[in-house]
């Protein structure tokens, strides 16, 4: 575990600000056919940890791995649990379409928003906020967005207890999938308000398997480790070569399951 400390020589004291420019920002707009997939913290789940950890999500997800040539686009889940792609062409929104269908959703009042993630050009990861994290492969999803594309399901790993996807990348030595989730439960053991919930990440992780007489690829799924905590991370992440987890906290986390 390691402490940053700030470096007050770094500071500029003649420092008065940045300066925005006042030219108008190009907007543009399209009718859905569905409304985004906004689900708001519950009034029992006000607390310091839940809004930290839930209470700022991008709905909208840029596909990273389109070529700088190509049109932009960007990805949201719909209330009806459904994944919609939205193509910006010359500044323009040209498209809205779906791509894949959440399968039974099994909603509760603890349920959090679906969350997206693209570790590679062919697999996306997606927790539905209900307690499910699927692996989709996405096929040609960056080589023609003009044709209709639908993803399939490679595997889903079941929570105990709906979580949010925090990072998910995908190794490149063995082609295994690595996610990190976060949930929180109240700590029933709790003695002060500062260790009134307990702050779960799970490192879950998909790996590949080939079929010897068909050549087929599958994936299976398996909790690696589970870390716990009393605060929500400021900062969570898998480093690059997908054998650590990267953590910014006020309060430390310890190893719960090996």
Known sequence: MESLRPNCGLLDPKFEGYKLSL?????????????????PLKEELFSVQHMRAFGNLNHLVLDSWMDGGKPEVVYFVNENYEVQRAVVKDKDISSVDTVFKIPSVDKTKDNLNAALLFPSQSLACLSDGCGKLFLLQ?????????????????????????????????????????CLSL???????????????????????????????????????EMLQQFIGYSAPVYAAIEPGCTAVLVASERPFSLAKR
């Open 23 to 39: 030219d108008p920002l190009l907007l543009s707009s399209t009718n859905l056919g569905s409304a985004v997939n906004d689900i």
């Open 138 to 178: 996405t096929e040609s999803r960056t080589k023609d967005i003009s044709q209709s594309t639908e993803w399939k399901v490679a595997t889903v790993y079941q929570f105990n207890h709906p979580s949010l996807l925090l990072h998910a990348l995908q190794s490149q030595q063995t082609g295994s999938v690595s």
């Open 183 to 221: 949930s929180i439960t109240e700590n029933e053991a709790a003695t002060s308000v500062k260790d009134a919930h307990v702050v779960h990440l799970e490192l879950i992780t998909f790996s590949p398997v080939t079929c010897l007489s068909s050549g087929a690829v599958s994936y299976s799924s």
